[in-house]
Structures are given as C-alpha cells and as structure tokens.
C-alpha cells in the first residue's frame, strides 16, 4: 500500500469531517485567484496546496521536475510525466502535509502562502482536451433504453456483451462546474406531426457518469493491452453529459446522437488520481459469455464509488438518484483496449466518459430517462414541483465518493444551472 493512502494519516491542516479532500486523497487541479494567474494546486481539506510556491520554494527538489512545470494554464505538462512520476510528487505532498512533518507546518511564511481558502480560488478547467470519446458501459442502462425503446425481450443489441461500445465526441463544450448551460435547440418530431419542427428541447436530461484521463502518448498504429492499461490512466472526474433526449431519438439513426449531446458536458474540477483509489478496487460484474482474447484481464478492475445526482439548491436540494461506478459492466482497462486495438493512438488529456452509470433499481438509474421512464412517472422534489425532465432554472449536481475505514476520497461537486434558450 502507499503510504500515502495509510488511512491512519493525520494531517497539520484541519480537514473538517465528511470532507471530500482529507490527506489520502490530494487530487490536482487548476485555479486563480484575485492575485494569481492559473496554476496547479492540490486540494487538502478546505484549502488549495500552490504547487508553484512549493516548486520555487525547493520543497520538490530531488523529485528532478522540470522548470515551470506547475505554472502552468492546464495540467497536460504534468501530468504528461507519467503517472509513476506524479504518484512520487503525490507522496512528496503527503509527507509535507503530515502532522508529524515540521517542514512546512513551522515555516509560518510558506504555510501561510502555500495554503489559501478555497473560497478566494477560481477553479478552472483542470486540463485541455485534445480528444473524447463517450462510451455505454452500464448494463442496467443499456437494458433499460432498450426495452423503453426497442424489445423487452431483447434489449441489448446483439454486440453489446462482445465489446465497450462508444463513440467519438467533441471537446469545445466540455465546461467546468458552475459554468450555467443554455437550453439546447435543434430538430425534433412530435409524434403527431409527419415532418419535424425547430425548437427548443423539451426533455432535457443529465447523465450521470465518471470520466478517465490519460497521461500518455502513443505512436499511432500501437494498442495498450488491459495489463498495460492502468499505466496510461492518471485519474477521474465526475461527468454530466447532458442530453437532449428528444432531439436525439429524431436524430440518432444512422450514425448517432450529435445535437443532442454536442452543446454542453461538465466535469468536477479536481482529478482524483488512480493511486488515491486503489484501496477501493471491487470485482466488476460477471461477464457472460467469455469476451475476446485481447479484453480479457485480471484482477480487481472496478471501483467502489458511491455516486448521486442531486436537483436544486441549499435547503430545496432533492437527491434523486444515489448509484455507483461499481456497477460499471465494461471497467476502464477494457475501454482503452478496445480503443487503441486498432491503432488509434493516445495524447496527453485524452478523457474517456463511462457511458450512464445506473444500477439495478430505481432509486439507482443515471438519468431522468429512465428515473421518469421516459417521461410517464414524475418525481416529486422537495419543493413540492414536479419533474418529467430538468426545467430551466434547476441547478443539477453530481456528487461521489470512495468510503472506507474512516477515509472518505470524493470528488467536490460536479453543478450546471439551466438557462433557458437563446
């Protein structure tokens, strides 16, 4: 185990209880503030770590870090040196935050200038995105869309259980939380009309998924194998991929969803490295039938993240659905085999969404779609409302966490606010 994940670690700085940011988690971010430009900082309680001050200051010295590698807009530079190099910068902050460590703690002018509140930061978009895929890894997700529209009986299509399917998206409008996302609009077809009509959409939706970031490059024509998997991949974020869902059952047939899923996704800021996660590593489910030599793996592949959408804000937040990464069908070393198995080649950034993460009842389902069924059996908020779909105004939120032995690893707030069209 790494030191830094002993769950008897205390650190000098007061982590409040239920934090999302105690000692063993450290997850990397970009932020601002009033003074600084973006540069790296690490989350520890209810402050932001300045990896630039450390790195001028000489607490990184030894570790062979390049000049300039954390003044920095986007973290492509540092975390492009590896995830074992990153994990060793990682264990080099555990230490300097640790309550039996003086080196920072008694050096009142570091301190005060390393650590700042995070209420005076701006965060901001964590990384630049040179690629992203979106894959439809959640059985009980895939069941479910299925038999909403297609057969009951055979709900998954026939290539489902044989491969992670996926499909290419686009980056320009991922946007970090607390970035407000207008009404999309677009073509859809009311069911009484033969033609289809321009509108604003009428059943906006979010979906509730994690998203993987690389931190390698390959040579295009090369594979990362399930075994070499886990050395590409530096950490996780919390992803809503909103939806447009009746914007997309008009248009998604032959080659689809584009519209519908194109004009906003939003991330949490801070990326919860794969070393913060590794004591929370769980079977996935079984696979049946037996998959093809190449997505064969071994181990402890998935992950124990509890996760939840909440709708609206303060006392009006209303949890309407508590799931888990867990449940994932296809875990992430299996996504990146089959990505790259044909050649395609990785960069530095690259960010993988799971698909929807629903699990198997109700209470668990990713997305409105299927927690309304499409519509046919509302939920009722706290506020006394009702919702069919998300209504401009509503503020959504994603929330996870990893729990064990007293450690809570979480994420901080994945939130988008709904404008109306323009």
């Keep these: ?82 995830r074992k190099k990153c994990g060793e910068v990682r264990e ?15 050096n009142v002018a570091a301190r005060e200038l390393a650590l700042i509140p995070m209420e005076e930061v701006e965060m901001r978009m964590p990384i630049q995105i040179p690629n992203y895929t979106d894959f439809y890894s959640s059985e009980e997700h895939a069941t479910n869309v299925g038999t909403m529209f297609r057969d009951p009986k055979n709900a998954l299509l026939p290539n489902w259980k044989h491969l992670p399917v996926g499909y290419h998206g686009r980056t320009s409008s991922i946007v970090i939380s607390g970035t407000p996302i207008h009404r999309p609009k677009g073509q859809i077809k009311p069911l009484d009309s033969e033609v289809p009509v321009f509108s604003p959409c009428k059943k906006l939706d979010f979906e509730l998924e994690m998203a993987f970031i690389t931190c390698a490059n390959t040579a295009l024509g090369s594979s990362v194998s399930t075994k070499e998997a886990e050395d590409n991949i530096f950490g996780m974020v919390l992803f809503n991929d909103w939806s447009a869902r ?53 181990g402890k592949k998935n992950y124990d993240i509890g996760l939840e959408v909440i709708i609206g804000e303060g006392k009006n937040e209303t949890v309407v659905s508590k799931s888990n990464f867990k449940y994932m069908y296809w875990n992430m070393c299996q996504q990146l085999a089959h990505h790259t198995v044909n050649g395609c080649n990785l960069q530095v950034g690259d960010m993988y969404g799971s698909g929807t993460i ?14 309304t069924w499409n519509g046919k ?22 929330r996870g966490a990893a729990e064990r032995d007293g450690v809570r690893i979480g994420f901080g707030d994945c939130s988008g606010k709904i404008l109306p069209a323009i």
């Design 377 to 398: 059996d509302p939920i009722k908020l706290k506020d006394g409302s009702e919702r069919k779909f998300i209504e401009d105004g509503d503020m959504v939120t994603l």
């Design 1 to 82: 185990m790494s030191k830094a994940n002993n769950p008897k670690l205390k650190s000098w700085v007061e982590v409040p209880n239920g934090s999302d940011f105690p000692i063993q988690n450290l997850p990397f971010g970009i932020f601002k503030t009033q003074y600084l430009t973006a540069v790296a900082g690490v989350a520890i309680g209810n402050h932001v770590l300045d990896l630039v001050y450390l790195y001028e200051k000489g607490f990184f010295d030894g570790l062979g870090l390049p000049p300039g590698i954390f003044n920095q807009e986007y973290l492509n530079p540092f975390i492009g040196l590896g």
């Design 358 to 371: 629903s699990g198997p009842e109700k209470g668990s389902f990713g997305s409105m779609l299927e927690i």
């Design 246 to 298: 009746d914007m997309q059952t008009w248009e998604y047939v032959p080659l689809g969803p584009f519209l519908a899923k194109n004009f906003a996704s939003t991330i949490s800021p801070w990326i919860v490295t794969m070393d913060a996660l590794e004591p929370f590593r769980v079977d996935g489910p079984k696979q049946n039938p037996k998959v093809l030599p190449y997505l064969t793996y071994e």
């Design 92 to 106: 080099r902050i555990s230490e300097l935050l640790r309550i039996d460590n003086d080196e920072l703690q008694d």
